[in-house]
């Protein structure tokens, strides 16, 4: 039974924590939540994460407002409504559609940290599953915003990729159709991505959210070495005034310190993007309205989804299909594709490391020669990217089996 | 040496951030978009007209203009209304008034002595005729006409008026409630039947021009509200430098506006198609500036934080 | 007793599952095409009262249609790369009653402008960037890359059914004729 202080004042500490302990939450969640000293700045891109999380679904909110989902109002909601005559409308949506690129950039950053220091095994694998959902979580969100203000790239993407439905030569017109309500997107795609958008998806990434973090507390996060740290033992370490002994520093306020210093450097380069430079993210074929009867010269999707598009792309049909399939789920595989017990940056890893870098290459080409179109020595290129890609993750149990067991782990 | 193993870190992702950004943005683009070169509104395929011009011969000249333009500087009206001109000549003529402050002397000359080909137009009237006839026999008549129009265009003209005069009778622009019949009318419903018998009358006009500038051009030129935002800035001028050059077979033509002509549209398209420009270029230093103070003050925090951890 | 406590939890549990496949039944309903997006996909055209040689606009699924019936001399009055066969003898047609008719989608391939059709010179020409169709929509004049594309069709009687893959189209699209 527990025990309330008749005397307690209402909301006084005592009361509070009588009904909620809140010093416990407190210890729990943040001044007793241990995380390695040894680690970089790349260990605060899940709070930049989380930080541009909350910029979209502030700035959601506001555009939501004024947003109109209906295939003729929808443009000039956006583009008329919210960027002419909403006070700091305009801000809203370059702030919304500048987030909604970085995020990717942020999200890429976080997911090639992870694979460097190898953070996704010895009882990380579902740090790297949570992660991984999120990621497509988020890109089937970032998909369907792209959707809603109905310009020329959001009718054409959004015809190109539910084509992708129709599974090739299985020719699954029904499922297409089923998928867009109509032959052709219309009015039910509107209305279904946008529930998508502001309501399905946002509440599955916030779940998500809350899982990845989970997944985070018994494992803790790695470091710079991938060393296996007592942090029961480091943390009575620090408990004891021992600061500089101890291997781990408390969540509050020490690391997160560092985090809100890495936070504001990254608002200032985000802010100048969204003041001054966001046509990379505002995609100049989609401030045209959408129109059924007039296909734009080239149909590309936003860069972040660039080179798993390229995947598609080099092989005929069905083939394609099958490698895009491939690449979108391979990732998820990471944790048991790697053989190696070792946990380590990738430089003292063996072939690992160069499997690391040619991998991040690798994307990077294919994310270029996903933009330009394919002819020439593009398609080449292309193709043999893609190739790349296939084979490295095919080789990749492979060369981590040869892997020697760095001395000391496991 | 911690400290520079981050930077160290730093620098490679900003790397290969960058590489990533120039392969999808200036590059790609450059792949994608056909480079046109700018010539800077010069006309240089056009010969220079040495001919002087006399104001009063050419107003003698103008008043054949009058048969199907209104010149309203000099109080002459049009002879009929936007749609039935449009009926008769596919679109409806231009007042003059602005000709002599928004075009090009030199276009102006050629064009009143060979409209077609001055404006580069001659592959959509191979079988029919240009509805513009030519109104000089040589370079002095041109020339007085030219200083004619000159003489009664406006000082100042507006960036509006100059976009209704050189795109508005084509090209629409819903944002700024301009049809390419006009303005569109301010008027209200019947409060008991809830019908705009105003708008309804005038959406008809409006129906109609528009059926007859398809006929003539071959297809709706599209609306311009937000064109700054589609197109870049380059592309823009110079389509309307040469729109042959960049797109091959449009039925746009050359509209031969002067530099000061175009710079006048554009800061139209500007004004209408990117209203929060100003406010970007106001709000940004303060947001950005208080960020570094932030980002500053989070530093020393930091700093205190860590101190004899290491 | 353990055993009747674990039977009857399991026994919930599946009951609970058939609600719950019960509700994604008509969660799967929700998103069908809704009954007037479909019957608009299905447009029926009467070729008993047409006249050779003149262009018929439907629309379809949003798209515009055009349907020609074709006359037995349907040369192209000239043709940029020497094709100047016989429209009338092109594999595309359709034979409906005594007649061939052109169907297609009448957007042009190359960036889905809406080409005009000029009877007496048998062949389309397309306003934004001059290419050119025979009256069979076969490419004349590039840019265009392909033919104008035939939509799914199903004869019946003097009728044509868009929307439906007939026989006659399935043969059509085995040999590679639609696009």
């Given at each position: 039974?527990?025990?309330?202080?008749?005397?307690?004042?209402?909301?006084?500490?005592?009361?509070?924590?009588?009904?909620?302990?809140?010093?416990?939450?407190?210890?729990?969640?943040?001044?007793?939540?241990?995380?390695?000293?040894?680690?970089?700045?790349?260990?605060?891109?899940?709070?930049?994460?989380?930080?541009?999380?909350?910029?979209?679904?502030?700035?959601?909110?506001?555009?939501?407002?004024?947003?109109?989902?209906?295939?003729?109002?929808?443009?000039?909601?956006?583009?008329?409504?919210?960027?002419?005559?909403?006070?700091?409308?305009?801000?809203?949506?370059?702030?919304?559609?500048?987030?909604?690129?970085?995020?990717?950039?942020?999200?890429?950053?976080?997911?090639?940290?992870?694979?460097?220091?190898?953070?996704?095994?010895?009882?990380?694998?579902?740090?790297?599953?949570?992660?991984?959902?999120?990621?497509?979580?988020?890109?089937?969100?970032?998909?369907?915003?792209?959707?809603?203000?109905?310009?020329?790239?959001?009718?054409?993407?959004?015809?190109?990729?539910?084509?992708?439905?129709?599974?090739?030569?299985?020719?699954?017109?029904?499922?297409?159709?089923?998928?867009?309500?109509?032959?052709?997107?219309?009015?039910?795609?509107?209305?279904?991505?946008?529930?998508?958008?502001?309501?399905?998806?946002?509440?599955?990434?916030?779940?998500?959210?809350?899982?990845?973090?989970?997944?985070?507390?018994?494992?803790?996060?790695?470091?710079?070495?991938?060393?296996?740290?007592?942090?029961?033992?480091?943390?009575?370490?620090?408990?004891?005034?021992?600061?500089?002994?101890?291997?781990?520093?408390?969540?509050?306020?020490?690391?997160?310190?560092?985090?809100?210093?890495?936070?504001?450097?990254?608002?200032?380069?985000?802010?100048?993007?969204?003041?001054?430079?966001?046509?990379?993210?505002?995609?100049?074929?989609?401030?045209?309205?959408?129109?059924?009867?007039?296909?734009?010269?080239?149909?590309?999707?936003?860069?972040?989804?660039?080179?798993?598009?390229?995947?598609?792309?080099?092989?005929?049909?069905?083939?394609?299909?099958?490698?895009?399939?491939?690449?979108?789920?391979?990732?998820?595989?990471?944790?048991?594709?790697?053989?190696?017990?070792?946990?380590?940056?990738?430089?003292?890893?063996?072939?690992?490391?160069?499997?690391?870098?040619?991998?991040?290459?690798?994307?990077?080409?294919?994310?270029?020669?996903?933009?330009?179109?394919?002819?020439?020595?593009?398609?080449?290129?292309?193709?043999?990217?893609?190739?790349?890609?296939?084979?490295?993750?095919?080789?990749?149990?492979?060369?981590?089996?040869?892997?020697?067991?760095?001395?000391?782990?496991? | 040496?911690?400290?520079?193993?981050?930077?160290?870190?730093?620098?490679?992702?900003?790397?290969?951030?960058?590489?990533?950004?120039?392969?999808?943005?200036?590059?790609?683009?450059?792949?994608?978009?056909?480079?046109?070169?700018?010539?800077?509104?010069?006309?240089?395929?056009?010969?220079?007209?040495?001919?002087?011009?006399?104001?009063?011969?050419?107003?003698?000249?103008?008043?054949?203009?009058?048969?199907?333009?209104?010149?309203?500087?000099?109080?002459?009206?049009?002879?009929?209304?936007?749609?039935?001109?449009?009926?008769?000549?596919?679109?409806?003529?231009?007042?003059?008034?602005?000709?002599?402050?928004?075009?090009?002397?030199?276009?102006?000359?050629?064009?009143?002595?060979?409209?077609?080909?001055?404006?580069?137009?001659?592959?959509?009237?191979?079988?029919?005729?240009?509805?513009?006839?030519?109104?000089?026999?040589?370079?002095?008549?041109?020339?007085?006409?030219?200083?004619?129009?000159?003489?009664?265009?406006?000082?100042?003209?507006?960036?509006?008026?100059?976009?209704?005069?050189?795109?508005?009778?084509?090209?629409?622009?819903?944002?700024?409630?301009?049809?390419?019949?006009?303005?569109?009318?301010?008027?209200?419903?019947?409060?008991?039947?809830?019908?705009?018998?105003?708008?309804?009358?005038?959406?008809?006009?409006?129906?109609?021009?528009?059926?007859?500038?398809?006929?003539?051009?071959?297809?709706?030129?599209?609306?311009?509200?937000?064109?700054?935002?589609?197109?870049?800035?380059?592309?823009?001028?110079?389509?309307?430098?040469?729109?042959?050059?960049?797109?091959?077979?449009?039925?746009?033509?050359?509209?031969?506006?002067?530099?000061?002509?175009?710079?006048?549209?554009?800061?139209?398209?500007?004004?209408?198609?990117?209203?929060?420009?100003?406010?970007?270029?106001?709000?940004?230093?303060?947001?950005?500036?208080?960020?570094?103070?932030?980002?500053?003050?989070?530093?020393?925090?930091?700093?205190?934080?860590?101190?004899?951890?290491? | 007793?353990?055993?009747?406590?674990?039977?009857?939890?399991k026994a919930l549990g599946a009951f609970a599952g058939l609600g719950a496949l019960g509700a994604l039944y008509a969660a799967k309903r929700t998103w069908d095409p809704l009954p007037s997006v479909k019957a608009a996909g299905f447009t029926t055209i009467d070729l008993s009262n047409t006249q050779e040689n003149v262009l018929y606009t439907e629309?379809?699924?949003?798209?515009?249609?055009?349907?020609?019936?074709?006359?037995?001399?349907?040369?192209?009055?000239?043709?940029?790369?020497?094709?100047?066969?016989?429209?009338?003898?092109?594999?595309?047609?359709?034979?409906?009653?005594?007649?061939?008719?052109?169907?297609?989608?009448?957007?042009?391939?190359?960036?889905?402008?809406?080409?005009?059709?000029?009877?007496?010179?048998?062949?389309?020409?397309?306003?934004?960037?001059?290419?050119?169709?025979?009256?069979?929509?076969?490419?004349?004049?590039?840019?265009?890359?392909?033919?104008?594309?035939?939509?799914?069709?199903?004869?019946?009687?003097?009728?044509?059914?868009?929307?439906?893959?007939?026989?006659?189209?399935?043969?059509?699209?085995?040999?590679?004729?639609?696009?």
């Amino acid at each position: 039974m527990a025990h309330f202080d008749p005397n307690a004042k209402p909301f006084s500490h005592q009361w509070m924590n009588d009904r909620l302990a809140i010093d416990t939450l407190k210890r729990v969640l943040s001044t007793e939540y241990w995380i390695p000293k040894n680690i970089n700045f790349l260990w605060a891109m899940g709070m930049v994460l989380a930080a541009t999380f909350g910029v979209l679904l502030i700035s959601g909110i506001f555009l939501l407002m004024y947003y109109i989902p209906d295939t003729k109002l929808a443009f000039d909601s956006v583009n008329h409504t919210i960027m002419g005559e909403v006070g700091y409308g305009w801000l809203w949506r370059h702030m919304h559609a500048v987030a909604a690129s970085v995020v990717f950039l942020i999200i890429y950053i976080h997911m090639f940290t992870g694979i460097y220091y190898g953070s996704y095994k010895r009882g990380r694998e579902l740090i790297w599953l949570s992660g991984m959902l999120l990621f497509v979580t988020f890109s089937a969100e970032a998909f369907s915003g792209y959707m809603l203000p109905w310009g020329q790239m959001s009718y054409w993407a959004g015809m190109v990729i539910t084509n992708l439905f129709s599974l090739g030569s299985l020719d699954l017109q029904g499922l297409v159709e089923w998928i867009r309500g109509d032959y052709v997107p219309g009015q039910a795609f509107l209305g279904r991505f946008f529930m998508l958008h502001v309501v399905l998806l946002p509440l599955i990434i916030m779940a998500l959210i809350v899982l990845h973090f989970g997944t985070l507390r018994i494992p803790h996060v790695n470091n710079q070495d991938g060393e296996e740290i007592d942090f029961e033992a480091e943390a009575e370490k620090w408990k004891a005034g021992k600061r500089k002994e101890a291997k781990v520093i408390p969540f509050n306020p020490v690391f997160m310190s560092k985090d809100v210093f890495v936070l504001g450097i990254y608002f200032i380069i985000y802010f100048y993007l969204v003041f001054y430079h966001f046509e990379f993210a505002m995609d100049p074929v989609n401030f045209d309205p959408a129109d059924p009867l007039k296909t734009p010269p080239h149909i590309y999707p936003e860069w972040y989804f660039l080179w798993s598009y390229e995947i598609l792309r080099p092989f005929s049909k069905n083939a394609g299909l099958i490698a895009f399939g491939f690449a979108q789920v391979i990732f998820f595989f990471l944790p048991f594709l790697d053989r190696s017990p070792n946990v380590a940056p990738a430089s003292r890893r063996g072939l690992f490391k160069f499997w690391f870098w040619a991998l991040l290459i690798d994307m990077i080409v294919l994310t270029i020669m996903g933009k330009v179109p394919p002819i020439g020595i593009y398609t080449t290129i292309g193709t043999i990217a893609a190739w790349t890609f296939i084979l490295l993750w095919v080789a990749l149990p492979f060369i981590t089996k040869l892997e020697k067991p760095i001395r000391g782990q496991k | 040496m911690k400290k520079m193993k981050e930077l160290k870190i730093l620098a490679v992702v900003v790397f290969f951030t960058l590489v990533t950004y120039w392969g999808v943005e200036p590059y790609a683009h450059s792949v994608m978009h056909k480079h046109v070169e700018f010539k800077n509104f010069k006309y240089e395929d056009l010969k220079p007209i040495s001919a002087k011009g006399d104001a009063a011969k050419g107003q003698a000249l103008a008043a054949a203009c009058a048969g199907c333009h209104s010149i309203k500087a000099a109080k002459m009206p049009a002879p009929m209304d936007p749609v039935t001109a449009a009926a008769t000549y596919g679109v409806n003529p231009p007042d003059l008034s602005l000709a002599g402050a928004v075009l090009d002397e030199k276009y102006l000359a050629h064009f009143l002595k060979d409209p077609v080909h001055t404006a580069m137009v001659a592959h959509k009237f191979k079988n029919r005729a240009y509805p513009m006839p030519p109104m000089a026999t040589d370079d002095q008549s041109a020339a007085d006409l030219v200083a004619y129009f000159k003489s009664i265009a406006p000082k100042e003209v507006t960036p509006k008026e100059a976009y209704e005069f050189a795109c508005g009778r084509c090209h629409e622009m819903r944002y700024a409630k301009w049809t390419q019949i006009g303005e569109e009318p301010k008027t209200k419903p019947n409060i008991q039947t809830h019908m705009n018998e105003g708008k309804l009358k005038f959406d008809e006009k409006l129906a109609k021009y528009k059926d007859h500038l398809v006929k003539y051009l071959g297809k709706l030129p599209p609306d311009l509200s937000i064109i700054v935002r589609a197109r870049s800035e380059d592309y823009l001028k110079t389509f309307v430098e040469d729109p042959q050059a960049q797109l091959p077979g449009t039925a746009m033509p050359r509209v031969g506006v002067s530099k000061e002509g175009y710079e006048k549209v554009f800061k139209y398209l500007e004004e209408v198609g990117d209203p929060s420009k100003p406010k970007r270029e106001a709000v940004g230093p303060w947001v950005i500036g208080y960020f570094i103070i932030f980002s500053f003050l989070a530093w020393l925090w930091y700093k205190s934080q860590w101190k004899g951890l290491k | 007793m353990s055993d009747r406590r674990d039977f009857f939890g399991k026994a919930l549990g599946a009951f609970a599952g058939l609600g719950a496949l019960g509700a994604l039944y008509a969660a799967k309903r929700t998103w069908d095409p809704l009954p007037s997006v479909k019957a608009a996909g299905f447009t029926t055209i009467d070729l008993s009262n047409t006249q050779e040689n003149v262009l018929y606009t439907e629309m379809w699924r949003g798209k515009p249609i055009f349907v020609i019936k074709v006359p037995k001399n349907a040369k192209p009055s000239e043709a940029p790369n020497g094709n100047m066969e016989n429209a009338y003898d092109d594999k595309r047609l359709i034979k409906v009653g005594d007649s061939k008719f052109f169907i297609a989608i009448g957007l042009c391939t190359h960036l889905g402008c809406i080409p005009a059709y000029y009877p007496d010179k048998h062949k389309f020409i397309c306003a934004c960037h001059g290419g050119q169709f025979n009256a069979a929509g076969e490419v004349l004049k590039s840019p265009p890359p392909s033919p104008l594309v035939i939509p799914p069709f199903t004869v019946k009687g003097m009728k044509v059914v868009l929307g439906e893959a007939g026989p006659e189209y399935k043969k059509l699209k085995e040999a590679g004729l639609v696009a």
